[in-house]
Structures are given as C-alpha cells and as structure tokens.
C-alpha cells in the first residue's frame, strides 16, 4: 500500500530508470531521450554524456526549462565543460546524476510544478 497517492497533474510521468531501459507512464524506452513534464523526445542521439556537446542540447534548451537534469547512465559522469557553459550563460541550471537519482529528482520537481526538462542516456541509445 502507498502511504501517499502520487496523482501528478502533468502528462509524463517517470516511473523507472536505469543505465538501459526507463518507464514512462506505462511505455518501455530503450534508447536516449528526453522529458518535460508535458514533453517527451524520443531516440535522443546522445551516446554518452562525455560526448554531449552544445548542439545536442538545443533540444533541451528549446523546452525552455529553469533547470537541466541529465541522467548519465548508471554511473554519475560528467558533461564536457563547453557543453555545461551552454547552460550557464542561458541561465539554466545543470546537474549531472545516474539515471536512477536523475528520475527521482525529475519527479520531485515536476511535482513541486518546476519547469524541469531531463535527457537521459540510456546505454544503447543511438
């Protein structure tokens, strides 16, 4: 039994996720993508977060969010430093976590009504 009923009011909701498959609302991903509260992008070209670069956050950045959570597998790794500076002289906020961390972080915050947008890279993405 919940303890407390999770009745979000946006339409994609993260239910799982680790270094090779996320659940969101009831559809399996298997490849990189990425999630607004009231967007998903699926086939996300991102192969591995050491190689992001500026050009594979323009989608992101087109969501308009305040903050950027990128799941970068199972493991924390980080993003080149051109590619966090992209984010910073937008004025959005960057943070690195394992996917899993990356999820539960994700939901607190679109829960909490933040405009939050999360890419995430999953192990045999494109």
């Given at each position: ?16 996720a ?39 956050l ?12 990128l ?19 937008a ?26 947008v ?9």
């Amino acid at each position: 039994m919940q303890l407390v009923l999770e009745q979000p009011d946006h339409a994609y909701v993260l239910r799982a996720a680790d270094g090779s498959c996320a659940l969101v609302n009831d559809r399996r991903l298997t490849s990189s993508f990425i999630l607004a509260p009231d967007a998903l992008i699926e086939d996300w070209p991102a192969a591995a977060v050491g190689l992001l670069t500026p050009d594979l956050l323009q989608p992101l950045l087109a969501l308009r969010p305040e903050l950027i959570v990128l799941g970068s597998g199972d493991r924390q790794a980080f993003a080149p430093a051109v590619t966090q500076a992209a984010c910073l002289q937008a004025g959005i906020g960057f943070e690195v976590m394992n996917n899993a961390a990356a999820a539960r972080t994700f939901n607190v915050l679109a829960g909490e009504g933040r405009r939050v947008v999360a890419g995430f890279v999953l192990s045999n993405g494109a």
